[in-house]
């Protein structure tokens, strides 16, 4: 079963809008990382945030980490066309190397 | 360059018959990464490896089968044993330094069977 849930599914926003989306996850992680897909490519990672950290930021990407509640949100700010795209969130558990994805959420930004 | 290839990017076979993926980087990357995904879906683990002459089964390895002999390269078999191989396979790296490090990921091979 995957380690990460992804919510919403689907997202559909105008330009200049925010978006968020939320991960959830089920056992202790060393860190959670967030990484974007475009159609048909490979995954792009966007940031990495520790578990002892609970607010990351990065250009117009805001991550949060609650591990009392085992989850975690990406926001996106003042979104482009070009931010349409599917995101992953990313877990592994602590000592080990495997890194688990979950479904993704999927956001169109309309022009 | 430096990076992670998957070769070929799209692959065609026979029902029945085995087939390999290719995964090579040229990062000096200890660990690799093999990864499904199907349409619309997230990515679902394979294999991985986290050093030469080792691997672990992932959450979906029935049907699958891989060797790391090489550091730089990760090859996965689909056998024939794997029910449903069409679908969209990835491979992915992370340097040695503790489990917070970033994954790269090659460009994917979509692999259908007929």
């Known amino acids: 079963s995957q380690q990460g849930e992804e919510d919403p599914q689907a997202l559909s926003i105008q330009e200049g809008e925010n978006a968020t989306m939320n991960c959830s996850y089920k056992?202790?992680?060393?860190?959670l990382q967030w990484y974007r897909q475009n159609s048909g490519r490979g995954l792009v990672h966007l940031i990495l945030i520790r578990s002892n950290e609970r607010e990351k930021h990065s250009g117009r990407l805001r991550v949060t980490l609650d591990t009392s509640k085992k989850s975690s949100s990406l926001l996106i700010t003042a979104s482009r066309a070009a931010d349409t795209a599917s995101y992953f969130c990313a877990t592994g558990p602590r000592n080990d190397y495997k890194l688990s994805f979950g479904a993704g959420t999927t956001v169109t930004v309309r022009a | 360059d430096g990076g992670i290839t998957q070769s070929p990017k799209y692959l065609f076979r026979k029902e029945g018959q085995n087939v390999t993926l290719s995964c090579e980087q040229n990062l000096n990357h200890d660990a690799m990464y093999w990864y499904r995904q199907d349409p619309g879906q997230g990515l679902r683990l394979i294999y991985y490896s986290q050093i030469v002459n080792d691997f672990q089964k992932g959450d979906i390895a029935e049907g699958y089968s891989v060797s790391r002999e090489k550091k730089e390269s990760f090859p996965l078999t689909v056998t024939s044993a794997q029910k449903n191989p069409t679908a969209f396979y990835l491979c992915?790296?992370?340097?040695?330094?503790?489990?917070?490090?970033?994954?790269?990921f090659g460009q994917g091979t979509r692999l259908t069977v007929v």
């Open positions: 992915a790296s992370r340097p040695w330094g503790g489990e917070n490090t970033e994954a790269f």
């Open positions: 056992t202790s992680i060393n860190n």
